[in-house]
């Protein structure tokens, strides 16, 4: 139990629906992180927020809408996805201006897009 | 684009063996981080080096940060069944609290 949960654990949805996924933490860290995890690439580093307003998107499909409504949750909000974009979707938090910074992660949710 | 080169991908051994994993880059990093993910969960930080030449140790890994800050490695003495997962490295440049991710050792070891 890393402080960080994650909801849904597993999730498989049609192309054409729309759902949001919930990342909370009270750790008191101001810094969240969404990462992709497929399978034989590396942890991909999608969205970060830092003290609620993003400071990065890398290049990340408008498919995929993060949410940061407070510095203890975040959401990542889904619509008209494609197969390709099965995947573990893993959430982070950490301390933003602490130099070597651990990342506390969530156990993930397990998406699959049929 | 940084990018962080793990070998090797997969490793099968057998309980009592010893080995390495090594984490490359072309780029130089302030500080580098393993993790540990087992399946089914997220992964959960083994160690941070930051200072060129650094080593750590934890138990029976040894952890090893290149002088020029570009690489590491990571030693498991006598493995065990226990250390079965997938091993991340991750490197921050200085400057920054983003951590670019390896392409991870996959490491399973038979009883």
């Known amino acids: 139990e890393t402080g960080v949960t994650q909801t849904p654990r597993h999730l498989v949805m049609g192309m054409t629906n729309k759902k949001s996924l919930k990342c909370e933490q009270h750790l008191g860290h101001n810094a969240m992180y969404w990462y992709k995890q497929s399978a034989k690439k590396p942890l991909e580093l999608m969205f970060v927020y830092n003290f609620k307003e993003q400071t990065e998107n890398n290049s990340v499909p408008s498919r995929f809408s993060p949410e940061c409504p407070n510095s203890s949750h975040l959401f990542l909000h889904l619509h008209t996805l494609q197969p390709e974009d099965s995947a573990l979707y893993l959430c982070?938090?950490?301390?933003?201006?602490?130099?070597?910074?651990?990342?506390?992660f969530g156990q993930g949710t397990r998406l699959t897009v049929v | 684009t940084q990018l962080l080169e793990q070998s090797p991908q997969f490793l099968s051994i057998q309980e009592g063996e010893n080995l390495t994993v090594y984490c490359n880059s072309s780029s130089v990093f302030s500080s580098l981080q393993w993790y540990r993910q087992e399946p089914g969960e997220g992964p959960v930080l083994l160690v941070t080096?930051?200072?060129?030449?650094e080593v750590k140790k934890l138990k029976r890994l040894t952890f090893q940060f290149g002088d020029a800050r570009k690489d590491s490695s990571l030693h498991i003495t006598a493995a065990q069944p226990g250390d079965t997962g997938l091993y991340l490295c991750?490197?921050?440049?200085?400057?920054?609290?983003?951590?670019?991710f390896g392409t991870g050792t996959r490491l399973k070891v038979l009883a």
């Open positions: 080096v930051v200072t060129g030449g």
């Open positions: 991750a490197g921050a440049t200085s400057g920054t609290y983003k951590y670019i």
């Open positions: 982070a938090s950490s301390h933003p201006l602490q130099r070597n910074t651990e990342a506390f």
